[in-house]
């Protein structure tokens, strides 16, 4: 679970996004400024970060506040799962990253195995859409959604992507070192949990 002063400094980010967003009156608009302002100074304080950098990165956006979506797709060859490695952190993910506009989520777990390991997929089923804050994740700026979509390979052969150094495939007792900003044990065992159980349910939150 995310620390209270980052929840708090999240909620107090939206509620002044929104202020902003909707408000007409010049007073209350200073209100929520200050209430912007109020949480980048909490997060500054608790990380030592740049306020300019908070501010771009967690500060700038407008309009009505919602949930990033992350997706990951997850693929299996001989009971073993695709898993790609991360050039930002050296440790390993399953494909996937921030949704696109213009695209549905099959599309994007389809173009991000694509990119990052060099196969050819089909989307097949929804696996799980989990709060990234409910999982042991690092905590995190935005608040999450993610989406884990179950893809078949229809073709392609390995490939490192611009965003990867490495493409293998693991089993369930041989996983390797995990990038928890994007992937936890428990989620690569609840994809094995549906290989092994085709009509296991979707996992929610």
């Not at 980010?13 to 902003?20: E, F, H, K, P």
């Not at 993910?93 to 050819?120: N, Q, Y």
């Not at 490939?159 to 928890?180: D, H, M, R, Y």
Request: charged residues 25%; contains cysteine.
């Amino acid at each position: 679970m995310e620390p209270k002063w980052l929840e708090w400094a999240k909620q107090l980010q939206s509620i002044a996004q929104a202020g902003l967003t909707y408000s007409k009156d010049v007073y209350d608009l200073e209100r929520f400024e200050l209430v912007r302002n109020i949480s980048v100074e909490i997060l500054s304080h608790q990380t030592d970060m740049n306020k300019t950098v908070i501010k771009d990165l967690f500060a700038n956006e407008t309009g009505y506040a919602t949930p990033k979506v992350d997706i990951r797709s997850v693929v299996f060859r001989d009971n073993k799962i695709l898993m790609v490695r991360e050039n930002t952190d050296g440790d390993w993910s399953l494909p996937g990253g921030w949704g696109d506009i213009g695209l549905t989520p099959s599309e994007v777990a389809v173009k991000e195995v694509k990119e990052e390991s060099g196969f050819d997929v089909k989307a097949i089923k929804l696996l799980g859409v989990l709060d990234k804050k409910c999982h042991p994740h690092p905590p995190s700026l935005y608040h999450v959604y993610k989406m884990f979509i179950r893809c078949e390979i229809i073709g392609g052969q390995p490939k490192e992507g611009i965003e990867t150094s490495a493409v293998e495939f693991f089993a369930e007792n041989e996983l390797p070192s995990l990038s928890i900003a994007r992937n936890t044990e428990s989620q690569i065992k609840m994809a094995f949990k549906h290989l092994h159980n085709p009509q296991e349910p979707v996992y929610f939150d």
